[in-house]
């Protein structure tokens, strides 16, 4: 369980990045993070690990304030996978790179073989095990960050941004890499002003603006209100709009999947 | 080690600081060089801080100064020890009250140092620096790497920052065990950081490439530095306290207390 007391973050340069976040992520939750860039996205979430600590109010994770406990003990519990791969690798081989935090983490050589392994095949490189990470291609290096993180099997896994960047088929793969952990009662937290990609996923949406969270609710709810996203710099998803426009012949504005809205259509022309 | 490159960074403003010539500004922080390599007395050191601090204060940079000032104390802690332990280890040492004063005087000196050219950096567009350095006839290739070293300061903090979230949340604990291992621990730190900027400099020559970096071997510019009278009474001032300190410390030696 995650939970903001009216937490609030100023950079040294002197930007409020979080102004009064009350917030409550339950175990096992699927919560995206919205909003245009500099809302403060991947500042709430460097405050689940405790590398920025609050300046005022505070964040408990299962109990524990950030302020008292360290990145490494906190990290544990949060994996977060950052925006660019680049930012991380160093060894040589794919498996080292995976083994790295695990041996940060104190486990047995032993384990650390088998978690690696199941982390590369989970991730579909098993291929590439002996190969440097400085060679694989875009999606595969944002596969590799993920493995990284997946290998430690933390509680919570927030992804900063994870479809930058990436092709449909790759988001396809995350997107149910996203689901299996959710149903494993993983919480999975990600930031990211793809839609689209949301709206496949069809979260809790916390909404942020300069800081402070402005909505808090389901994605159909968001996203059937425009007004609102507008004033993000976001648009509704291609199927709300299109639900919108087919008004006129009675079919309800919602959330659909493609295969829901098709049903829809079909049922209201019979009519 | 940050806050210190922040200090050498420009921030954009509008006082008489920053409208005076860069070449004007460079002698002023030049001046300030030579009057304390030529004194070594903690009351002319002073004299100089102040001076500065009355133009950072005039520049409206004051606070970003004082940060200059302050992240460079690992430097100047490193100047004071290593010449208090030189001093201490000289045959014929004189007491420690003395060796005490002469090595506070020479980190004193650094601080007066590297603030002067922190209010020269803080005030002056990299335009500016690279305009300066074209004008002392300094060959374009060169004086665009020093602009471009300037401009990338900022983005590499940035980016350092970056990689030690990124490893720290792995686990990485860079302030633990011995310093040997100590340093080994900065490995996943560097590796990335190098990696980064050498791919930054590969893109930043593609981008220059297109641009026909060097194709015309005659440059021209839009903006032309022109000296104005403020800027020749505030050369000529420069010019005069030289003079003036340079008399005083050889021709006709006074005491300073």
């Not at chain 1, 009216?6 to 909003?35: F, H, Q, T, W």
């Not at chain 1, 600590?53 to 406990?69: E, H, Y």
């Not at chain 1, 994605?219 to 209100?225: G, V």
């Not at chain 2, 300094?138 to 490893?167: G, H, K, N």
Request: proline share 5%; aromatic share 8%; charged share 25%.
């Amino acid at each position: 369980m995650i939970r903001f007391e009216s937490v609030e973050y100023v950079y040294p340069n002197g930007v409020k990045a979080l102004d009064g976040i009350d917030l409550e992520i339950g175990d096992g939750e699927v919560v995206a993070i919205m909003g245009e860039n500099g809302a403060g996205k991947t500042t709430l979430i460097k405050h689940l690990n405790g590398l920025l600590k609050p300046v005022k109010g505070r964040v408990l994770i299962d109990g524990v304030d950030t302020r008292n406990a360290t990145v490494a003990s906190l990290s544990r519990k949060v994996g977060i996978v950052f925006q660019n791969p680049d930012d991380m690798f160093f060894s040589e081989s794919v498996w080292e790179e995976v083994a790295f935090a695990l041996r940060n983490f104190g486990y047995d050589e032993e384990i650390v073989r088998r978690r690696v392994e199941n982390a590369i095949n989970f991730m579909d490189l098993a291929g590439y095990a002996d190969k440097s990470p400085f060679t694989l291609s875009g999606g595969e290096k944002k596969r590799l960050a993920l493995a990284i993180v997946l290998a430690w099997s933390p509680d919570i896994i927030a992804l900063d941004e994870p479809t930058i960047g990436q092709d449909m088929l790759q988001k396809e793969k995350l997107l149910q890499v996203i689901k299996l952990l959710n149903s494993q009662g993983k919480t999975v937290i990600i930031s990211s002003h793809d839609v689209e990609f949301i709206a496949d996923l069809e979260p809790r949406v916390i909404l942020m603006k300069r800081g402070k969270v402005i909505a808090d609710e389901d994605a159909e709810e968001i996203f059937l209100n425009e007004e609102l996203l507008r004033s993000c710099n976001l648009l509704p998803p291609q199927l709300i709009t299109l639900s919108k426009e087919l008004d006129f012949i009675g079919v309800r504005p919602k959330l659909y999947s493609p295969r829901e809205l098709a049903a829809e259509i079909v049922a209201r022309l019979r009519r | 080690m940050a806050t210190l490159l922040q200090g050498l960074q420009f921030y954009p403003g509008d006082s008489f600081i920053h409208r005076l010539d860069p070449r004007a500004k460079l002698l002023i922080s030049t001046t300030f060089l030579l009057i304390t390599l030529i004194y070594v007395e903690v009351t002319v050191t002073t004299i100089i801080v102040a001076a500065e601090a009355l133009l950072a204060a005039m520049g409206g940079v004051v606070r970003r100064w004082i940060k200059t000032v302050y992240g460079s104390i690992p430097f100047i802690a490193a100047v004071f020890l290593v010449n208090y332990l030189v001093r201490m280890l000289m045959p014929g040492q004189p007491p420690t009250q003395v060796i005490l004063y002469e090595s506070f005087a020479a980190a004193y000196r650094l601080v007066a140092l590297l603030a002067s050219f922190s209010i020269f950096f803080l005030t002056t567009t990299p335009e500016e620096i690279g305009m300066t350095l074209t004008k002392l006839r300094i060959p374009y290739t060169y004086v665009f790497a020093f602009i471009s070293a300037i401009r990338f300061t900022p983005v590499l903090a940035e980016e350092l920052q970056t990689i030690m979230d990124s490893q720290r949340s792995r686990g990485l604990e860079l302030d633990k065990g011995n310093p040997l291992t100590r340093l080994k621990r900065y490995i996943p730190i560097l590796v990335p950081l190098i990696v980064n900027v050498l791919r930054r400099s590969y893109e930043l020559a593609e981008a220059m490439e297109v641009k026909c970096f060097g194709a015309s071997k005659k440059r021209t510019y839009l903006k032309e530095l022109k000296l104005r009278p403020k800027d020749l009474a505030v050369i000529f001032l420069t010019l005069a306290s030289i003079a003036i300190s340079i008399y005083f410390k050889f021709i006709n030696p006074i005491k300073i207390p």
